[in-house]
């Protein structure tokens, strides 16, 4: 079966997020300042073939947590759908 992994990568909450902040004070500058904060990250989409969806999502995982994200800056969450 095929499934669709969709991905998002972001920074940790904790940490700051300079590209996060030029964008808000973009937004400031354009006139858009009802924005409190901005967090820019990762989305990323993968198509896995997988037997069922419990394999398609650890496969999901173990990307993310082996290469698709830096554990000490980045989260990640995902979810995974039949295609």
Known sequence: MNYKAK???LPHKELLDPQGKAVLLGLANLGI???QDVRVGKFITMD???ANEDEAR???KEAC???LHNRIMEQ???EIEKI
């Open 7 to 9: 991905i998002q990568i």
């Open 33 to 35: 300042k009802s924005v």
């Open 48 to 50: 896995i073939e997988a």
């Open 58 to 60: 650890q496969a999901a």
């Open 65 to 67: 947590e082996k290469l």
């Open 76 to 78: 990640f969450q995902f």
